[in-house]
């Protein structure tokens, strides 16, 4: 079971990316990804949760960034807008095969049992 995320960047304060995340996983099974990110010197965080229940998000990417999910493809988006110099991080796509509807806290998504490679994200002038 493997993820690969793609789509990190260089992008100024303000602007918008878009990160994917696909899945080496065809069962067409249900469950609980998401993403979190580690900026440098600094523990990671868990951003964003997606699954048949809900979505969820940390409190300071609410109202800029969504999570959504091609079931078709089995390919996990991020999408971020008004993006700023704050998050700068490593981004990391998870998966947790145990949940089928994760109802715990937002940081409990840098736990998930899958995690791919990451992208670099970078807001700078």
């Known amino acids: 079971f493997q993820l690969e995320e793609s789509g990190g960047g260089l992008v100024h304060p303000g602007g918008s990316l878009r990160l994917s995340c696909a899945s080496s996983d065809y069962t067409g099974d249900s469950y609980a990804m998401g993403w979190f990110r580690q900026a440098p010197g600094k523990d990671r965080e868990g951003v964003a949760v997606?699954?048949?229940?809900?979505?969820n998000y940390r409190d300071s990417v609410k109202d800029r960034f969504t999570v959504s999910k091609d079931k078709a493809s089995n390919i996990l988006y991020l999408q971020m807008n008004n993006l700023k110099p704050e998050d700068t991080a490593i981004y990391y796509c998870a998966a947790a095969r145990e949940y089928d509807c994760y109802e715990g806290p937002i940081s409990g998504v840098v736990h998930f049992e899958y995690r791919g490679q990451g992208t670099q994200v970078t807001v700078s002038d």
């Open positions: 997606f699954d048949e229940c809900s979505t």
